[in-house]
C-alpha cells in the first residue's frame, strides 16, 4: 500500500484583531481512506443555507443565510478579485434564525467579485459576477 497523506491547511479570521487561527493543519497526517467531515461540522454549527442570487448580478444580489446560534456576531462584505474589501454590508449581532439582505451593486464596476458572510468568525466565501 502507498503512504498517502492528507494536505490541509483552515484557519478562522478574528475580526476583533484581524488574526487568522489555525483550526485544523493535517499536513503531517496520514490518510488511511474514509470521509472527512469535521470542516462542514464546524461551518454547519454557525451558518446554514447560504445563498447568493442572482449571479450574475446587474444592480442588486440577494444574500439569503441562516444563522443557527443566538447572539452570533455576523459580517458581511464585498472584496474584489484581488483581495481587497471594496464595500461593507453589514456587521452586527443576529439571534437565530433565517436572513435576508438585498445588496446594491450599482456603484461596483463589472467583474468577478467574493460575498464573505462571517459568523462568528467561521467564514463562508460565494463568488459572484456583476455584468451590465
Not at 20 to 40: A, D, K, V
Not at 85 to 106: L, P, Q, R, W
Amino acid at each position: 500500500p502507498q503512504d498517502m497523506r492528507l494536505v490541509a491547511y483552515v484557519s478562522m479570521y478574528n475580526p476583533k484583531d484581524s488574526s487568522y487561527n489555525e483550526i485544523l493543519n493535517t499536513t503531517q497526517t496520514p490518510f488511511l481512506g474514509g470521509t472527512i467531515t469535521g470542516i462542514e461540522n464546524t461551518i454547519s454549527q454557525q451558518i446554514g443555507g447560504v445563498d447568493l442570487y442572482p449571479n450574475p448580478a446587474n444592480r442588486y444580489t440577494q444574500l439569503d443565510y441562516e444563522v443557527t446560534n443566538n447572539h452570533s456576531q455576523v459580517s458581511i462584505r464585498i472584496s474584489n478579485s484581488l483581495g481587497q474589501s471594496v464595500k461593507n454590508i453589514y456587521s452586527g449581532t443576529e439571534e437565530k434564525g433565517n436572513y435576508a439582505f438585498d445588496i446594491n451593486t450599482s456603484g461596483l464596476k463589472n467583474g468577478i467579485y467574493f460575498m464573505t458572510l462571517s459568523v462568528n468568525g467561521i467564514s463562508v466565501n460565494k463568488k459572484f459576477m456583476i455584468n451590465r
